[in-house]
């Protein structure tokens, strides 16, 4: 199963984000898939699971 980005975010202080599956509703997550990574800064990313606005999931790694 291969997963494409639906939205994409990239801002000026080098964070940017990748939701690759979201349900949100007014800012509010339902069930969110996204990974963080600062590409300025280092090699270094974030993967998160939310649902209903709690994190079930949290995984930190280096990209090679």
């Not at 080098?14 to 990574?37: C, M, Q, T």
Request: glycine share 4%.
């Amino acid at each position: 199963m291969k997963f494409t980005i639906q939205n994409y975010n990239d801002f000026k202080s080098g964070v940017r984000w990748h939701d690759y599956f979201a349900i949100v509703i007014n800012e509010f997550p339902v069930i969110l898939v996204r990974k963080y990574d600062w590409p300025n800064d280092s090699d270094e990313y974030t993967v998160v699971v939310q649902v209903l606005g709690f994190r079930v999931y949290h995984r930190t790694g280096f990209e090679v």
